[in-house]
């Protein structure tokens, strides 16, 4: 190194020579900040419209069948056995789901869309970051989104007299957790990826998730085997934290949730970061 | 779920071209002398263009199964038979006899076609005018702007009626469709769609710059429309507040026609009518303006 | 079988010395595989700081795989690779502070503003704004681009886009300058500012990895280039002496029409040292052209058109990787 800084480069360099004299990881440059900054200010310059509409679609889940079906349903029993009104028994399903959704597409689709069609990481890569700064700005982004979603989901819910406990605020927090799970996995299987054939499966794993996970109605429709099935998901596990959050009432089972949630992180950071190096240099 | 339809379509189309566009009336050409292929084209353009489209759509015919019969089967599931035991035990009076699943079912084939006519009208006209500019190529040769937007809508109604009779199938299986006239739900369903689509259509040639305007046609009109079109509840359940929503909806419009013939549901006769006019008036306004936008701005 | 050699010298040297390296990029029997191409097969080099080392050979020779791996966004099958003694897989991150980068296809970020775009990229070096905001008008002046800096990527031409492209990799102040076709889309006036600002570079220290396929962009600008074809080192050496050793002194260059191109070089034999025969002009090379000229005529042969030059990289490009028909 010091046959190239030490000779030509006088004080006036001293900026770019102290950038080049961090320290580095191997995939790693410790300098996330600069991938969350360059993220926010192209959501600043793209349609901010595209970007609220995201949140209006459980809303909508939310007024249609809370509302139309809720009529006819009338109330249901809560994760306390208390009875609750339709609209507050399908609420923090709805919230779950839409916490995956978002985070599942900024992981997978907006990963893939990225690197193989924009070609932008290949553009940052190019620089002293490492993937493992991409990586982490990008799901910190996802994440940061999903909160905001979270926020005004629940501001809804509070419009909507659906909310009865101060312990509903840690909805938002639990929010972020399921996104978290699901955007560290969601990148390391994009991954694996190579055509957008094979992202549509990442859907049609999504769409019976959502629909199956107790969102709508209680498990115990299902005979025992496939309750249990759906009981191995991750998406059951977000909507069981969510309805429990979202009235007070918490159980063993609660743990059994966040930790669920844990282990999908650490497991979902694991296989990411191993896969970084074939997600992003080829 | 919708939005990553989106992204799948524009994905599809932003891949390497196929063939696609250049090569339309190309074995005409070499075929025939100039005056033969050009009265051929006058004649059939609009099916040249349509076998390309179709041969295109076969590149992702396992994506179009699964959303146009695995998305609506699917839901089927959930709700015709997991929700029913919620909704029946509380309010089966509410479906006028019939079982959930068969009062959901028509709603399903009607909505699963409407959002095939969102994607297939939006994405492929934008990548006809603006993205590969597919559209050009055949323009180039005698076909005709109509005929490039008549070969497109044939082609997707051919998607229509395949996605819709593979879905009737699959429900008939169930027996969620008794009377003898269901069948018919899968020509409504294609009217629904062209119905939805064809005026989308219009709007989409319109569209010099992509600012997700698709993405917001999904989330604030669809998406309404799917779910307050009575599709999961009779309409008459929600406030008046958004029951008008269902009103103008092609997707309400074709449920009620779907669930006149799949099991004799009974409404006033004057309101079918005004179903099946509903439904003809918008798609013919969506192809008359469809065919003036296709003419200008190709023509620019 | 000279550069293998000093190679393995130089890795004798690099093991020895970690701190201070002899050469800034030193490649070992550097391959890459995509599947069953080989891209990259087994190459060789060493780059002294501060040298222009240029990278030749026809399409798909491997000079973009070979960029690609030195700027550690590629992963090579086989071989060893340091830039400034360290692996550039090993320490991506590292290697690349070091590096400023014109790909071959521009990467810009299309969801930013011209100017944000330097900005952006520079913060990903960890560079301060206090730093950036003057750097990056300097740079648009230089790539003559300030009035559209407020414009979307989008909004530019193809040859501004590069031209952005071009300024954004010297953001860093880079210590080595890998240049995939910089010049590729550029308008001549913009070609003569960038070689200005290369020979600038390079009076400063600055090292310069540079493809092209203007040959007298190579001549002009590198002081010793490899030519590369099927991934594989053909030769290697500065401009001067490989037109030497692969070339005559003059080339004459005939054409008799497009249809008797092909089939003239058995009546023009035993003319000159060497004849090539390309699809639109035979070229033979000989110390003396005037003289090759007088037997060509001599022979009664009528060319079209002639003419007498002398012997460039060209001629040593197509020696070298042309699929020359006599020879
Ligand atoms: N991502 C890839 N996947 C598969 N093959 C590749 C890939 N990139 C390059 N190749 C192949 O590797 C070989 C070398 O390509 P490379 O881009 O290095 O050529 P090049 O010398 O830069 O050519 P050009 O002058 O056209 O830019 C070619 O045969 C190419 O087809
Ligand atoms: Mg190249």
Avoid at chain 3, 21 to 44: C, F, H, M, W
Wanted: proline share 5%.
């Amino acid at each position: 190194m010091s046959v190239l800084t030490g000779s030509f480069n006088a004080g006036d360099h001293s900026v770019t020579d102290a950038a080049r004299r961090r320290r580095f990881g191997p995939i790693y440059s410790r300098n996330v900040r600069a991938v969350v900054a360059r993220g926010l200010m192209a959501t600043k310059s793209s349609n901010w419209m595209v970007m609220v509409s995201g949140f209006f679609e459980p809303v909508l889940y939310l007024i249609s069948m809370g509302v139309g079906l809720g009529a006819i349903v009338g109330s249901v029993q809560g994760p306390g056995g208390q009875e609750i009104s339709y609209a507050a028994y399908i609420a923090p399903a709805l919230l779950a789901v839409s916490a995956m959704n978002g985070a599942v597409y900024d992981s997978t689709w907006n990963v893939f869309f990225k690197m193989n069609f924009a070609k932008l990481y290949q553009g940052m890569l190019y620089t002293s970051l490492g993937p493992l700064d991409v990586a982490m700005g990008e799901i910190f982004l996802a994440l940061l989104r999903g909160a905001m979603y979270a926020t005004g989901f629940t501001a809804v819910m509070g419009v909507m007299g659906l909310i009865t406990t101060p312990w509903a605020i840690l909805m938002i927090p639990a929010s972020v957790l399921i996104a978290f799970g699901f955007a560290s996995f969601g990148m390391g299987i994009t991954s694996f990826m190579k055509t957008f054939q094979q992202m549509d499966w990442i859907n049609f794993v999504m769409l019976p998730m959502f629909l199956f996970s107790a969102t709508f109605y209680p498990l115990s429709v299902y005979p025992q085997s496939i309750q249990w099935f759906i009981q191995a998901m991750p998406l059951w596990h977000g909507v069981e934290l969510l309805r429990q959050i979202s009235v007070g009432v918490f159980t063993p089972a609660t743990a059994v949730h966040v930790g669920y949630y844990l282990i999908m992180i650490a497991l979902g950071v694991l296989l990411t970061t191993s896969r970084l190096r074939k997600l992003f240099l080829k | 779920m919708t939005r990553k339809a989106e992204l799948t379509k524009k994905a599809e189309l932003t891949k390497p071209i196929q063939a696609a566009g250049t090569t339309t009336a190309a074995p005409a050409l070499r075929a025939h002398s100039p005056e033969v292929s050009a009265a051929r084209a006058r004649r059939w353009g609009a099916f040249f263009y349509a076998e390309q489209v179709l041969r295109v759509m076969k590149g992702y015919g396992w994506t179009i199964v699964m959303y146009g019969v695995g998305q609506p089967v699917a839901y089927l599931f959930a709700m015709g038979v997991g929700l029913a035991t919620l909704v029946e035990a509380n309010g089966a009076g509410e479906f006028g006899g019939v079982s959930y699943l068969t009062f959901i079912a028509p709603a399903l084939l009607i909505s699963s076609a409407v959002m095939t006519a969102a994607n297939e009208f939006t994405f492929p006209v934008m990548d006809g005018f603006k993205w590969r500019r597919v559209y050009y190529g055949p323009h180039a040769s005698p076909l005709t702007p109509e005929q490039i937007a008549g070969g497109q809508i044939i082609a997707v109604t051919v998607r229509f009626l395949l996605q819709s009779a593979i879905y009737f199938a699959v429900v008939a299986l169930f027996g969620a469709s008794p009377g003898a006239w269901g069948w018919v739900s899968i020509l409504i369903a294609t009217l629904a769609g062209l119905s939805f689509g064809l005026p989308l259509m219009a709007y989409a040639a319109t569209i010099k710059e992509d600012r997700g305007q698709f993405a917001m046609v999904m989330r604030f009109i669809v998406m309404p429309l799917f779910l307050f079109s009575g599709t999961f509840f009779p309409l008459d359940t929600l406030p008046l507040s958004v029951r008008w929503i269902g009103w103008i909806s092609p997707i309400w419009h074709g449920t009620e026609l779907g669930r006149v013939v799949a099991y004799g549901y009974e409404e006033e006769p004057w309101l079918t009518i005004v179903h099946v006019f509903f439904l003809l008036g918008l798609a013919a306004a969506g192809w008359v303006l469809t065919k003036r936008q296709f003419a200008k701005r190709m023509a620019s | 079988m000279r550069v293998s050699e000093l190679a393995s010298k130089e890795s004798r040297v690099t093991n020895h010395s970690d701190a201070t390296p002899q050469y800034v990029i030193t490649a070992e029997n550097l391959t890459k595989r995509y599947g069953d191409v080989t891209a990259v097969d087994s190459i060789s080099f060493r780059v002294p700081a501060g040298e222009a080392f240029g990278l030749l050979g026809p399409n798909g020779a491997g000079k973009s795989t070979t960029m690609k791996m030195i700027g550690g966004v590629s992963q090579r099958t086989s071989g060893s690779l340091h830039i400034m003694g360290l692996d550039p897989e090993q320490h991506g991150p590292e290697v690349r502070a070091h590096l400023g980068v014109v790909p071959q296809q521009d990467n810009l970020d299309e969801e930013l503003k011209v100017r944000d775009n330097l900005l952006v990229y520079g913060r990903y070096f960890g560079l301060p704004m206090s730093y950036l905001k003057p750097k990056a008008d300097e740079l648009l002046e230089f790539a003559q681009l300030t009035d559209k800096a407020k414009s979307k990527v989008d909004a530019l031409s193809g040859g501004m886009k590069r031209r952005l492209t071009i300024a954004r990799s010297l953001i860093n102040e880079p210590r080595i300058l890998l240049l995939d076709e910089p010049t590729t889309g550029l308008d001549p006036q913009a070609r003569h500012i960038l070689w200005d600002r290369l020979f600038r570079l390079k009076e400063q220290g600055v090292t310069l990895i540079l493809t092209t396929h203007y040959m007298d962009e190579a001549e002009q600008l590198c002081d010793r280039l490899i030519v590369v074809d099927k991934g594989k080192i053909m030769a290697e050496g500065s401009p001067a002496s490989l037109i030497r050793e692969y070339s005559t002194r003059e080339v004459l260059e005939l054409r008799f029409g497009s249809e008797r191109n092909a089939s003239i070089g058995a009546e023009l034999e035993g003319i000159g040292e060497r004849l090539e025969t390309l699809p639109d002009r035979v070229l033979i090379y000989a110390h003396d052209g005037e003289a090759a000229l007088e037997q060509v005529t001599a022979r009664g042969l009528r060319p079209v058109t002639s003419l007498v030059r002398r012997s460039s990289l060209e001629d040593v490009f197509l020696r070298l990787t042309g699929r020359s028909l006599v020879d």
